[in-house]
């Protein structure tokens, strides 16, 4: 069978990075956004591997799907399906506080797990958001791979994400279950914090030391 495109909803920074990313190792792509139209010369300049549509008929053809939209309109999204019928649901929001004050959700729960609880059906999980864009269109720096970690109850569903973060370069850690976002938005927080209340700027990422 032939594979699925991946699903990506949301044609701003991060999902334009991430198609760049993956359709350069041979992934295609079916954007889904509310005005296709305003994104169509930015997706025809990716090649003939992306195409893009509504979000409904980008959900209907993949089975990875990912959230790349503002954290209320990913929660929309969410919602929106009544059966999300098993699909990878990739979240890669974050869910920021007005003027990157911080987190509107956390400690107790996390954005993926309202996500998880408004998508019926779906396996969620959190991945892609714990770096900048530019790092997500190209990931190589010379110290070494970017860490990504990735969460979510489904334990095949984490591992394809995983697949797919490596895919683009990135050494994709299991987090294991979902509520692990709860950790994991918060470390978003600290690069936002360093790139853009810092001014440490967007070309730098955080790295996982082993021994
Ligand atoms: N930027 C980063 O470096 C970065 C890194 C990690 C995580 N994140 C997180 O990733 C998410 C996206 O960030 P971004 O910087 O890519 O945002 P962005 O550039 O503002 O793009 C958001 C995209 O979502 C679309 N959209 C809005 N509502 C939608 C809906 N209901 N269905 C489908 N698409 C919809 C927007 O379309 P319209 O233009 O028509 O509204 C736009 O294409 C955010 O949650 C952010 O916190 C960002």
Redesign the pocket.
Known sequence: MARTPIAI???????IALARAWIARGESVVF????PD??RDAVAALGPSATIGS?SSAIEAAEIVVL????A??L??ARSISDWNGRILVD???P?APGLAGLSVGTTTSGAEQIAAAAHGARVVKA???????NMADSRYPGGAIFMPVCGDDAEARSRVIALATLIGFDAVDCGALSAARYLEPF?MTWIHMAIKLGHGRSFAFARLQR
Do not use: I, Q, R, S
């Not at 889904?32 to 005005?35: A, E, K, L, Y």
């Not at 892609?128 to 530019?134: H, I, K, R, S």
């Open positions: 909803l949301g044609a701003g920074n991060v999902g889904g956004v509310p005005n305003k994104y979000t790349a939209t503002p954290y309109a990913a929309d999204v890669a929001t974050n920021l892609f958001n714990t770096t900048g864009a530019e978003a």
